[in-house]
């Protein structure tokens, strides 16, 4: 009863608009930050197979699986946090692009494969060109 | 402020009326290029009835959070009023 009055005093007078989890330090979107990441772990496939130190070797794969986890993060943080269900619809092959650009950071871990890099950062390219369209 | 509150919920403020006490749910004038934010308030200075009390608020979702943690403690003077109801 007092909730359906309340809501019909909304009616005339507009209720004030709060945030909660108020996204102001996180307000701040690039797939830049997926894309730098992606570029590293292609270059710790290309220092991988430019040495024959195996020490080298180790701690290039170590670097490169920890920064394609990081494009992961990052292409999380775009997807769940950024695009909104609007971009979706206008959109409508976001959610396979980010689909496959995750597959393939995950895929970038398993090898030293360059190409795959080159796949991953394309795919990237691609989500940045929508996030820039969004933002017109 | 999951789970407490979920996006679009109306709350009914209360400005004045009794002291805030922690555990209280408040909204915090906007400052500092912050919005006007709802939190609750978790700890308290030792002085409830001054303006500049220093008053710890935290987001109910720690994790998606922004709150004393980030920006510290607010003055007693920014709460704008102590959520009521939600309708």
Known sequence: MINTVLR????????????????????????????????????????????DDHDFQGRAIAIKEER????????????????????????PNLHDLFWKATKL?????????VAVADELLGAIAEIDTIFWETKK | MAPTFRAGDRLLVRSGGRAIR?????????MNGRPEIVKRVYSMGPNPTRPDNPVDVRGDNPEHSTDSRTFGSIP??????????RY
């Open chain 1, 8 to 51: 019909f005093i909304d009616r005339f007078s507009a209720p004030t608009v709060v945030a909660a989890h108020c996204d102001l330090p996180c307000g701040v979107y690039d797939p830049a930050q997926a894309r730098i990441e992606a570029e590293s772990v292609k270059g710790c496939m290309e220092k991988y197979a430019a040495s």
């Open chain 1, 68 to 91: 394609a986890e990081m494009v992961k993060h990052h292409l999380w943080v775009l997807w769940t946090d950024y695009f909104k269900p609007e971009h979706t619809e206008a959109h």
């Open chain 1, 105 to 113: 950071a995950g895929q970038a871990k398993k090898t030293t494969d």
């Open chain 2, 22 to 30: 922690p555990g209280d749910v408040v909204v915090v004038a906007a």
């Open chain 2, 76 to 85: 007693r003077s920014s709460i704008v009023g102590r959520v009521v109801r």
